[in-house]
């Protein structure tokens, strides 16, 4: 038997109190009274699309939710949901094209809602060296490939600081989003035996925590970070975000240098 969809009021309901938002204070916000707030979570009013849209907005409801609740309530969803090899996105990916060559020799790839590699300019393959191959086929997964016992996390030098860091964000997006996917991925991490190597040790003093992985080339260490596009209207654009990992020291910034291979032109 199918699910029965939970009520639009009952969804508006709960975003507001995921958001730990009064129906006061979110009524003041999207300027509409108190009490017809009251009459739509409770069914007992049905908004309008430019009320939905003010709601959705204050209460930073994901566009893909967005277009749901728009749906849910009789309306045509507004945001555009475009693959990313869609002509549309020509513009955008001549720049994330660019951006990515540009951290060349050092890694730089983009990754979808569910931490997908969908673009990357293949940099260092020795820090993938020694992962079981299934998890460096596409589509890669990057928490999976990071923190799977049989992936790079025997190598991670600080992978205690850096599965925290993970379990972290999923559970943030968790959030501000209510996914399955990321649920099972969620659930999936958290199932991993433990496989810290011997001088797992949380790092103190920086300003950052770097990745510290051991390869081939030696230990390398990165710092890592994330690059998103401000006020996106398509939903594959918002879910999309550029990760980049900068050496953290002088002798990974060499040994990277030293082993990368020319590039053409």
Same mark, same amino acid.
């Given at each position: 038997?199918?699910?029965?969809?939970?009520?639009?009021?009952?969804?508006?309901?709960?975003?507001?109190?995921?958001?730990?938002?009064?129906?006061?204070?979110?009524?003041?916000?999207?300027e509409v009274s108190t009490r017809h707030l009251s009459?739509?979570?409770?069914?007992?009013?049905?908004?309008?699309?430019?009320?939905?849209?003010?709601?959705?907005?204050?209460?930073?409801?994901?566009?893909?939710?967005?277009?749901?609740?728009?749906?849910?309530?009789?309306?045509?969803?507004?945001?555009?949901?475009?693959?990313?090899?869609?002509?549309?996105?020509?513009?955008?990916?001549?720049?994330?094209?660019?951006?990515?060559?540009?951290?060349?020799?050092f890694p730089a790839y983009v990754i979808d809602r569910?931490?997908?590699?969908?673009?990357?300019?293949?940099?260092?393959?020795?820090?993938?060296?020694?992962?079981?191959?299934?998890?460096?086929?596409?589509?890669?997964?990057?928490?999976?490939?990071?923190?799977?016992?049989?992936?790079?996390?025997?190598?991670?030098?600080?992978?205690?600081?850096?599965?925290?860091?993970?379990?972290?964000?999923?559970?943030?997006?968790?959030?501000?989003?209510?996914?399955?996917?990321?649920?099972?991925?969620?659930?999936?991490?958290?199932?991993y035996p433990d496989a810290s190597p011997a001088d797992?040790? /949380?790092?103190?003093?920086?300003?950052?925590? /770097?990745?510290?992985?051991?390869?081939?080339?030696?230990?390398?260490?990165?710092?890592?970070?994330?690059?998103?596009?401000?006020?996106?209207?398509?939903?594959?654009?918002?879910?999309?975000?550029?990760?980049?990992?900068?050496?953290?020291?002088?002798?990974?910034?060499?040994?990277?240098?030293?082993?990368?291979? /020319?590039?053409?032109?």
């Amino acid at each position: 038997m199918l699910d029965k969809p939970t009520p639009l009021g009952e969804t508006l309901k709960r975003w507001r109190e995921q958001r730990a938002l009064s129906q006061l204070e979110l009524s003041l916000r999207a300027e509409v009274s108190t009490r017809h707030l009251s009459f739509v979570e409770t069914g007992r009013a049905a908004p309008g699309r430019d009320l939905l849209l003010r709601l959705a907005d204050e209460l930073a409801i994901p566009l893909r939710e967005r277009n749901t609740i728009l749906v849910a309530a009789g309306f045509a969803p507004v945001f555009a949901h475009r693959r990313f090899s869609d002509p549309e996105f020509d513009a955008v990916r001549t720049i994330i094209d660019r951006t990515l060559a540009n951290a060349w020799p050092f890694p730089a790839y983009v990754i979808d809602r569910h931490w997908n590699v969908v673009a990357s300019n293949a940099a260092i393959p020795e820090l993938f060296e020694g992962a079981r191959a299934d998890l460096a086929e596409r589509p890669v997964n990057v928490v999976r490939l990071m923190l799977h016992p049989e992936g790079m996390a025997p190598r991670i030098r600080n992978l205690a600081v850096w599965r925290a860091h993970y379990l972290h964000a999923l559970h943030r997006q968790l959030q501000f989003s209510t996914d399955p996917v990321l649920e099972r991925l969620l659930a999936e991490v958290l199932a991993y035996p433990d496989a810290s190597p011997a001088d797992d040790t /949380p790092q103190g003093g920086g300003l950052a925590v /770097p990745l510290e992985v051991e390869t081939r080339l030696g230990r390398l260490s990165f710092l890592s970070a994330t690059t998103v596009f401000g006020e996106p209207l398509d939903v594959t654009l918002e879910e999309i975000a550029v990760e980049q990992l900068y050496p953290a020291d002088d002798a990974t910034d060499r040994a990277v240098r030293a082993a990368a291979p /020319p590039r053409a032109g």
